[in-house]
């Protein structure tokens, strides 16, 4: 497969092209269609050839057709598996018997029973104090943060600094800069690693570290790195002493691998510095690598008791993808703050059912729209959302609330951004405000509210993101970053293109591709 991309050197931008894709993937995206191609074919043979089995046949797809409307799932997931069931004689419901619940490994279900028990504190009553203290300063806040503990199985936190980056280059000397004062150990985990300057000054202090005695450990997922890392990479970081897995290796299983993949981005420095936001590590990120124009990206730095939360993810997502679970190092952890700092934080991660019974992202962001009264800002690459979703962005514009969105310019994907452009006519009927980031492509995913809740993360508004993968981010209240994420979100809006109905007016064939499109998204 052939890519083009730009790079930096000597103060000048170089077009290369590269063809990349390990065998390892294609031998498993060759064995899973081929087993899909092979239940689909005997059963066609059957039905074909065996008396009274077409009439087994049809009673499945009635089946399935019932269990599908009596589900708890959202509408929009119901209707396009009702549509291909019902069209696709024998191999809908074939498929929707082996993808409709996006089953997960049962290794994943069963290691995750036993880490989600890990915790900061032991001591109910002091998660009790700090939630009683937010509720006399803020009913409302209060109920945020109750409902987002419940749901993601996370704390609350006080005692935690926030450091806010509005690009990825100005993340990167910093995350080098705390990578080496690191004395214990170094986790890692993100969707995208690919060779390049900014991976590979960060492997560089990895590697000293190893040898050095430092626990260090990876994660990158597999499908995510498919055109960036060789297939066996893993192995070749074992070698420099560190410890890695891929999330979730692809190995030709129809059902569960190419789906409920790792989103996460996370770096925990000795359980007391953590990064997080939208930030891969990939070239791209901080603007060496140039393929979509400039990329705007975010990030976070947490310091104090918050980073627990991102050390007991990451320990998680290890634990589900290795022989034998990693342990805690509780004792590196203070048992009383370091660190006084404004503000309330509650890093949380949210995934696939059943791991997350709830949507807890898709909640965050419910419940910010709600609470609002004065403006929500939101900026995210992909703006494919289900009904309920759009109608609480509606009923907040419609409610006077100022909301404005913003989404790229530069595409990365043509389609995605089709689908995206979508739903503006219906957002801004109701007075949403559209704005697309004029020089390049915005991957941000930040999300704002009168100046005293904000969320930051991994989390896009896309189905992907909502439904399908292992996300995080950062829930905040009335902290320090929240003043900078606010000055950010206002000097983007300064190079971004308002939207109106006329500059993003489609083309006939295209809003027949965006319907046709639309009605399947949330299968993909």
């Not at 930096?8 to 390990?22: C, G, L, M, S, T």
């Not at 995750?112 to 890990?118: C, I, Q, R, S, V």
């Not at 806040?141 to 100005?170: C, H, P, R, W």
């Amino acid at each position: 497969m052939k890519r083009k991309y730009q790079i930096k050197k000597n103060d000048q931008v170089e077009e290369r092209y590269y063809n990349y894709i390990p065998g390892r993937f294609i031998l498993a995206i060759l064995i899973t269609v081929l087993e899909i191609l092979a239940v689909i074919g005997i059963l066609v043979a059957l039905c074909w050839f065996v008396p009274y089995f077409y009439l087994l046949a049809f009673a499945t797809e009635i089946a399935c057709v019932v269990t599908i409307i009596a589900s708890d799932d959202n509408p929009d997931y119901k209707v396009p598996w009702l549509l291909f069931v019902l069209i696709v004689p024998i191999a809908g419901f074939m498929l929707y018997l082996m993808f409709y619940s996006r089953k997960l490994n049962r290794r994943f279900v069963r290691r995750m029973e036993d880490l989600k028990k890990l915790r900061y504190s032991e001591e109910p009553a002091r998660d009790l104090a700090r939630m009683e203290r937010l509720e006399a300063e803020s009913p409302m806040a209060a109920s945020q943060a109750k409902m987002l503990v419940k749901i993601a199985d996370a704390q609350l936190f006080d005692n935690t600094k926030q450091t806010y980056f509005s690009l990825g280059e100005e993340m990167h000397p910093q995350m080098l800069a705390d990578l080496e004062k690191a004395e214990h150990f170094i986790y890692l985990e993100y969707f995208i690693i690919e060779e390049g300057k900014f991976w590979n000054s960060i492997l560089a202090v990895l590697k000293r570290k190893a040898a050095a005695g430092v626990d260090v450990k990876v994660v990158y997922d597999d499908i995510g790195c498919m055109m960036t890392l060789p297939g066996n990479y893993y192995k070749i970081l074992r070698s420099y002493g560190i410890d890695a897995a891929p999330f979730s290796m692809l190995r030709g299983q129809a059902d569960s691998e190419f789906n409920n993949r790792s989103h996460r981005k996370i770096l925990v420095i000795d359980g007391k510095v953590g990064y997080t936001g939208g930030i891969n590590l990939a070239d791209e990120y901080i603007n060496e690598v140039v393929h979509f124009g400039h990329w705007k990206d975010t990030a976070i730095r947490l310091e104090g008791e918050a980073v627990w939360e991102l050390t007991r993810l990451f320990t998680v997502d290890f634990g589900i993808n290795v022989k034998q679970m990693p342990k805690i190092k509780v004792e590196l952890y203070p048992k009383q703050p370091e660190i006084r700092a404004n503000g309330w934080v509650i890093p949380f991660g949210d995934g696939p059912h059943p791991l997350y019974e709830r949507r807890v992202g898709k909640s965050v962001i419910l419940n910010l729209l709600a609470s609002a009264t004065r403006y929500v800002w939101m900026t995210t690459p992909y703006l494919i959302i289900d009904n309920e979703l759009c109608g609480a962005i509606e009923n907040a514009a419609l409610r006077g609330v100022e909301v404005k969105i913003i989404t790229p310019h530069i595409p990365d994907k043509k389609l995605v951004f089709g689908m995206t452009r979508s739903f503006y006519p219906r957002l801004m009927a109701a007075g949403v405000e559209i704005y697309e980031y004029e020089p390049g492509f915005i991957h941000a995913k930040s999300y704002l509210a009168d100046d005293r809740y904000a969320m930051i993360g991994t989390i896009n508004l896309d189905y992907r993101s909502l439904v399908h993968h292992f996300e995080n981010g950062v829930w905040m209240y009335k902290c320090e970053a929240i003043g900078a994420l606010k000055r950010d979100i206002e000097a983007t809006l300064e190079k971004c293109i308002p939207i109106t109905s006329e500059n993003t007016k489609p083309k006939l064939r295209e809003r027949i591709v965006r319907s046709l499109v639309r009605i399947f998204a949330p299968m993909l």
